[in-house]
């Protein structure tokens, strides 16, 4: 026997234990997630602080460059050096939150602080707040409205701004625009005029209907992220389930491969004795060497003789139906002519039927043309289905075998009984690997159970269907049908080589015959 083991036997279980450990953690892990809820969602907070930093630094000219433009168009209102100087703050404050954000997006989860990164950069993110509020308190001259108007304008564009890049994080959204409109508010309120006040009073209330906007935008974010976490527990379940099919079949592979080796061997073993038993019992049962002294013990030899040969055919059976669920029966297809089979296994099997009073009726069409098939398996199909059918059939039945043609050109073998029948539930289960009906255990004849599942898997074999209908009181019909493909279409007779230019020389003659 080989001693070489295969890569499913030889692989430690640790190894296969390290892919279900990390699903198994990764869906622990999301599963945490979305079963810790509050209305702050801290389960979120590395995700939407990543957005936000990501967002920022994403824009990261984009603000500036407004702040750019803002500050050249000021000059023509405010002296020079406030514009530079709040350009300056400006800029110093982007750097200081984008140097934040870029700090912030290296951090891997585990080793970011979250409470402590989130009051980081609220806090710069005020102080860029802050400073871009600075516009308001330029000295622009009370009898220029144009300047405070322009202010107005650039500062709501920027709120704007500001809000879509932190929509993810609302403190933040509230640090870093509230400054500003406040200190619109309070610029506007400082002058004398109702003009001011009501610019002021839009500015509140703008501000107001952004940040309605925005909670709608940060609770549609949170959902996207619930989504996402949903979807990350059912891959890891996904890749958990593959991991545990992958090692269930890998042990099934095991499973089969010890199953076949433990076939092989034990068919050898069982024969050798059987084939000395079957020989020996043979020779006393027909006293060959002479008869016996007691008359017993020629009943003794038949039974050894009977016992061992069904013991036999059990082994074939089942080496037969492994071979099969295993891939390994080889077909040798040649053409079959299925009235001989049927033929040949009534000779064997009618004696078999006559003493149980047994009538078998043939209907077969002898017209039909060959089948390629395998003939041995042709040969066993029609043997189990017809010693079936005389083993629960009553005395006095009556079998009828039938072999036909169906409706798409195809064959058919069909044996019929009039016997106990099978009832309909129980119908699934005799066509399983060692499936017995109620009859089979009432029956002192009851069988193994293996006959009906090889038929059906020789029929695959042959690319055919299997079908078996039977009703309590009925009697029982069973089908066996092959394809179209397999009936093998008699060709035309080939002209010998000399045939076809005389039969051209002499077509001349037969038209001036006809004329």
């Given at each position: 026997?080989?001693?070489?083991?295969?890569a499913?036997?030889?692989?430690?279980?640790?190894a296969?234990?390290?892919?279900?450990?990390?699903?198994?953690?990764?869906?622990?892990?999301?599963?945490?997630?979305?079963?810790?809820?509050?209305?702050?969602?801290?389960?979120?907070?590395?995700?939407l602080?990543?957005?936000f930093?990501?967002?920022?630094i994403?824009?990261?000219?984009?603000?500036?460059?407004l702040?750019?433009?803002v500050?050249?168009?000021?000059?023509?209102?405010?002296?020079?050096?406030?514009?530079?100087?709040?350009?300056?703050?400006?800029?110093?404050?982007?750097?200081?939150?984008?140097?934040?954000?870029?700090?912030?997006?290296k951090?891997?989860?585990?080793?970011?602080?979250?409470?402590e990164?989130r009051?980081?950069?609220?806090?710069?993110e005020?102080?860029?707040?802050v400073?871009?509020?600075?516009?308001?308190?330029?000295d622009?001259?009370?009898?220029?409205?144009s300047?405070?108007?322009?202010?107005?304008?650039?500062?709501?564009?920027?709120?704007?701004?500001?809000?879509?890049?932190?929509?993810?994080?609302?403190?933040?959204?509230?640090?870093?625009?509230?400054?500003?409109?406040?200190?619109?508010?309070?610029?506007?309120?400082?002058?004398?005029?109702?003009?001011?006040?009501?610019?002021?009073?839009m500015?509140v209330?703008?501000?107001?209907?952004?940040?309605?906007?925005?909670k709608?935008?940060?609770?549609?974010?949170?959902a996207m992220?619930?989504?996402?976490?949903?979807?990350?527990a059912l891959?890891?379940?996904?890749?958990?389930?593959?991991s545990?099919?992958?090692?269930a079949?890998?042990?099934?592979?095991?499973?089969?491969?010890?199953?076949s080796?433990?076939?092989?061997?034990?068919?050898?073993e069982?024969?050798?004795?059987?084939?000395?038993?079957?020989?020996?019992?043979?020779?006393?049962?027909?006293e060959?060497?002479?008869?016996h002294?007691?008359?017993?013990?020629?009943?003794?030899?038949?039974?050894?003789?009977?016992?061992?040969?069904?013991?036999?055919?059990?082994?074939?059976?089942?080496?037969?139906?492994?071979?099969?669920?295993?891939?390994r029966?080889?077909?040798?297809?040649?053409?079959?002519?299925?009235?001989?089979?049927?033929?040949?296994?009534?000779?064997?099997?009618?004696l078999?039927?006559?003493?149980?009073?047994?009538?078998?009726?043939k209907?077969?069409?002898?017209?039909?043309?060959?089948?390629?098939?395998?003939?041995?398996?042709?040969?066993?199909i029609?043997?189990?289905?017809?010693?079936?059918?005389i083993?629960?059939?009553?005395?006095?039945?009556?079998?009828?075998?039938?072999?036909?043609?169906?409706?798409?050109?195809?064959?058919?073998?069909?044996?019929?009984d009039?016997?106990?029948?099978?009832p309909?539930?129980?119908?699934?289960?005799?066509?399983?690997?060692?499936?017995?009906?109620?009859?089979?255990?009432?029956?002192?004849?009851?069988?193994?159970?293996?006959?009906?599942?090889?038929?059906?898997?020789?029929?695959?074999?042959?690319?055919?269907?299997?079908d078996?209908?039977?009703?309590?009181?009925?009697g029982?019909?069973v089908?066996?049908?092959?394809p179209?493909?397999r009936?093998m279409?008699?060709l035309?007779r080939?002209?010998?080589?000399?045939?076809?230019?005389?039969?051209?020389?002499?077509?001349?003659?037969?038209?001036?015959?006809?004329?």
């Amino acid at each position: 026997m080989s001693t070489g083991t295969t890569a499913a036997e030889s692989a430690p279980p640790q190894a296969a234990a390290h892919p279900r450990r990390r699903s198994g953690n990764s869906v622990r892990e999301v599963r945490e997630r979305l079963t810790y809820k509050s209305d702050s969602r801290p389960e979120f907070d590395y995700e939407l602080l990543l957005m936000f930093a990501n967002n920022q630094i994403s824009a990261s000219l984009t603000i500036p460059l407004l702040a750019v433009i803002v500050a050249l168009a000021f000059m023509f209102w405010a002296p020079v050096e406030q514009v530079v100087l709040w350009l300056a703050t400006v800029l110093i404050s982007k750097g200081i939150l984008l140097s934040m954000c870029r700090q912030f997006t290296k951090r891997a989860r585990p080793d970011a602080r979250m409470k402590e990164w989130r009051g980081k950069l609220t806090a710069a993110e005020f102080l860029y707040g802050v400073t871009w509020s600075g516009i308001a308190f330029m000295d622009v001259g009370r009898d220029d409205p144009s300047a405070y108007v322009f202010a107005f304008a650039s500062l709501i564009v920027v709120i704007s701004m500001r809000m879509m890049f932190a929509s993810t994080v609302m403190p933040i959204v509230y640090a870093g625009t509230i400054p500003i409109t406040a200190a619109v508010v309070l610029r506007l309120a400082m002058l004398d005029n109702p003009f001011f006040w009501a610019i002021a009073a839009m500015a509140v209330g703008v501000h107001i209907y952004f940040i309605v906007l925005m909670k709608g935008l940060n609770s549609t974010v949170l959902a996207m992220l619930e989504y996402r976490a949903e979807k990350d527990a059912l891959i890891a379940e996904l890749e958990q389930s593959k991991s545990i099919s992958d090692e269930a079949r890998r042990r099934a592979e095991t499973a089969n491969l010890a199953k076949s080796r433990f076939l092989a061997t034990m068919s050898h073993e069982l024969r050798t004795p059987l084939n000395a038993i079957l020989g020996f019992s043979e020779v006393m049962k027909a006293e060959v060497l002479g008869p016996h002294g007691v008359p017993t013990y020629k009943e003794y030899a038949k039974d050894i003789h009977e016992s061992g040969t069904h013991l036999l055919q059990l082994i074939n059976e089942i080496l037969d139906l492994s071979r099969i669920e295993a891939g390994r029966y080889e077909l040798n297809e040649e053409a079959v002519a299925l009235a001989d089979v049927a033929e040949d296994c009534h000779r064997l099997l009618k004696l078999r039927a006559q003493s149980k009073g047994i009538e078998i009726i043939k209907e077969i069409d002898e017209s039909l043309a060959q089948l390629w098939a395998d003939e041995r398996a042709m040969r066993q199909i029609c043997l189990n289905l017809l010693s079936n059918a005389i083993k629960f059939t009553p005395s006095g039945g009556t079998i009828v075998i039938t072999i036909g043609m169906t409706t798409d050109g195809g064959q058919f073998l069909s044996i019929r009984d009039n016997g106990p029948g099978i009832p309909e539930e129980e119908i699934p289960r005799v066509l399983k690997t060692f499936g017995q009906g109620s009859l089979a255990h009432q029956s002192a004849e009851g069988g193994t159970g293996l006959g009906l599942p090889i038929v059906k898997n020789l029929v695959d074999l042959h690319d055919g269907t299997f079908d078996l209908k039977s009703k309590l009181r009925e009697g029982t019909v069973v089908t066996a049908m092959f394809p179209r493909q397999r009936v093998m279409q008699a060709l035309p007779r080939l002209a010998e080589p000399g045939e076809e230019t005389e039969a051209a020389a002499e077509e001349p003659y037969r038209h001036r015959r006809r004329a």
